[in-house]
């Protein structure tokens, strides 16, 4: 606080580096503070740090990295959790931790996929939505939107992608198509009631263009509550795609899945309950340290850092 | 805004949506490759009959042609014939609802009370290790996928513990009761099949948590900090201050008001019940129409997933309407018109 005081009685030239190091490193420390008050959101972003280093370092850190795709030994099939294989074996002697490993990858993956597609184009039409609110382009968007908000997102992105090939690609696809409407609904409602303010009219009247007034002037006042949603959004996004690839619509065999390991070893159910209960477990902790390190983000978020 | 404006309102959205959903599901369904025709018939039939399949389904006009075509018949209740069942769709449907809204009913009863329960008991401890304990569970009930509580609870109860069944709506040794309703549990009552009906309701017991679980915490939670809020309100330090016992002010005032938010979570989670219902429905082996939409889906059988899809879309708004409706009979200063208006 104090060095921000400090700033407005100096001239800005006489703020040295050092002074904007100290001032960065300040801010930081209240963001840090803001989201480490809730103890469990440590343990979140804790949990999804250790998951995304062990994805990107999945063929150094797995202990059979070639069993990630199609390998058999049935020598070593079957086998309960032993010291070799800390989460077991499936039938053809792959080593499910392994496995678990490299399917974060997809589910990471796709979370980045879907949410970097879905959130601009929602961001975008939500923007033209809400600045032209009352035209026929206003009618056109936010109706569309109401007809992909009508259906439970995972029943609609299930028929999308059951028409599609089912791979990874295609799952993808279907999870976009249901994303984007929750987010151009979010902007909508914020960039309608920001349209009528002094700031925009003012741009109006000084002949600002359409792109300065949309993207300069009413976005940022947006884009708070769509980073919080954002947060929150990367456990349902991989919640929904392990849903698909639970029923066969997601990553196809012998590229693992979250999903499809947990169906996988529901037919040998309960002799080789490691098969379903660890990829379970990891999909739990996925989401759980997602869900957990978004709520800290959001209270980060909403406390603001003055 | 009286009451029927606001029903008009809510039913003309609905309509709209309902047809909008109808448009995109059929669009998708013409877009992809492959010819409907072909593949409800198979690699082997000969081409003429295909053909006259096609015709029969309109396949050789213009897709807005066809969307017409499709429109009419689906107004007239007439979603074609499942390729799979070989069946009308309408009738499919009709065979497979009530199950689901069986455990509809019943996860919603789970939802509720369970979601009551835990958010007083929490409220009324706060700040204790129960209320943790209770926190904790929260978090992990909205992160577990329905379909991995339904996996874990088979391998739990039905096969190690051998306490509830697994499958099915029924035992096989015990008569269904005659379908008056087609919700076992009413048409047992009626029949006077206790035995039916202590089967039908044990057979309900885990496909029904597993898809309450994510809601009830989540409704646990929000009932929870409600309650805490409400708490701090006058209304409840004047009724302390006459004296009202404690236990008294919790049950009979503080837990109507503190229910509002609730209700509406309860709402918003109406979509992650009936997805979850979708998955656990297949794994339950439970015959509802979210199982047979899933095999509509895996066999691709169009015709069944469009229907499934628009039910689903007119079930989810009948339900927002329901909704809204016991949100305002709950609080009298939510005006029906400022529900969705706002």
Redesign the interface.
């Known amino acids: 606080m104090t060095a921000v005081q400090h700033s407005k009685s100096r001239p800005e030239a006489v703020l040295g580096l050092n002074m904007k190091r100290q001032r960065f490193a300040e801010n930081m420390g209240k963001y840090w503070y803001a989201f480490s008050r809730n103890k469990l959101s440590v343990v979140g972003l804790a949990i999804v740090l250790t998951i995304v280093i062990l994805a990107i370092l999945a063929p150094v850190v797995t202990p059979y990295p070639e069993h990630a795709g199609a390998f058999v030994d049935y020598d070593n099939a079957s086998k309960p959790p032993s010291r070799s294989h800390i989460f077991g074996t499936d039938v053809f002697g792959r080593d499910i931790f392994t496995r678990i490993v490299f399917s974060f990858r997809g589910a990471l993956l796709i979370a980045l996929v879907v949410l970097s597609i879905a959130v601009p184009v929602g961001v975008l039409l939500g923007l033209i939505a809400g600045y032209f609110k009352g035209t026929l382009l206003d009618t056109v968007i936010m109706r569309t939107t109401d007809v992909f908000l009508a259906v439970p997102p995972l029943i609609l992105a299930l028929a999308i992608a059951s028409m599609l090939k089912p791979n990874m690609m295609n799952s993808m696809i279907a999870v976009t198509l249901m994303w984007w409407p929750w987010y151009t609904r979010i902007v909508y409602g914020m960039a309608a009631s920001c349209r009528n303010e002094y700031f925009v009219i003012a741009a109006e009247l000084t002949g600002a263009s359409k792109l300065h007034i949309l993207f300069r002037e009413i976005l940022p006042n947006c884009l708070s509550p769509v980073f919080t949603k954002i947060a929150l959004d990367v456990g349902w996004v991989i919640l929904i795609s392990a849903s698909l690839s639970f029923v066969g619509l997601g990553e196809q065999p012998p590229t693992p899945a979250l999903g499809q390991m947990v169906s996988d070893g529901a037919k040998y159910m309960p002799d080789l309950w490691w098969m379903t209960i660890f990829p379970a477990l990891a999909i739990v902790v996925i989401i759980l340290g997602f869900n957990l390190a978004g709520d800290g983000l959001r209270d980060m978020l909403e406390t603001g850092v003055k | 805004m009286d009451l029927r404006s606001f029903l008009l309102r809510r039913v003309f ?1 609905s309509i ?3 047809v ?2 109808s ?3 059929f669009c ?2 013409r877009l ?1 490759p492959g010819d409907p025709a072909r593949m409800a018939l198979g690699e082997e039939a000969p081409d003429e009959v295909v053909e006259r399949l096609r015709q029969e389904m309109h396949l050789d006009k213009p897709i807005y042609e066809q969307y017409y075509y499709w429109l009419t018949g689906v107004l007239r209740g007439d979603f074609g014939r499942s390729l799979v069942t070989h069946q009308p769709v309408l009738q499919d449907i009709k065979e497979t609802l009530p199950a689901t809204m069986e455990i509809a009913l019943v996860a919603g009863v789970i939802m509720v009370v369970l979601s009551i329960i835990l958010g007083s008991i929490a409220a009324w401890y706060r700040d204790t290790v129960i209320d943790g304990i209770i926190r904790v569970m929260a ?2 009930g ?7 509580v339904a ?2 609870f ?2 739990v109860f039905g ?2 513990w051998h306490v509830l069944p697994v499958l099915g709506r029924l035992s096989s040794n015990i008569s269904v009761p005659p379908r008056v309703t087609g919700l076992l549990l009413v048409d047992s009552l009626i029949a006077g099949n206790m035995v039916a009906f202590k089967d039908a309701l044990l057979h309900l017991l885990l496909p029904a948590s597993s898809v309450a679980m994510a809601s009830t915490f989540q409704a646990a939670r929000i009932t929870r900090s409600s309650m805490v809020d409400n708490m701090q309100r006058d209304f409840v330090a004047a009724e302390r201050g006459y004296g009202i016992p404690e236990r008294r002010i919790a049950l009979r005032y503080l837990l109507k008001p503190s229910l509002i938010p609730t209700v509406s979570v309860l709402g918003l989670s ?3 019940i ?2 979850t219902s ?2 656990v429905e ?2 339950f082996n439970w015959p509802g129409i979210s199982r047979y ?2 095999q509509a ?2 066999s ?1 059988d ?1 015709n069944a ?1 469009s229907g ?2 628009v039910i ?2 007119l079930g ?2 009948v339900a927002n309407v329901i909704v809204d409706l016991v949100v305002a009979n709950l609080d009298p200063r939510i005006r029906l018109g400022g529900v969705k208006g706002a």
């Open positions: 959205h709209f949506v309902v909008g959903i448009i995109v599901i998708i369904a992809v978090y992990f909205v992160a577990i996928p329905g379909f991995v996996t874990v088979i391998l096969y190690y109406l979509a992650n009936i997805e979708f998955l297949l794994i939409g899933m889906i895996l691709k169009l997933i499934v899809v689903a879309g989810f708004a």
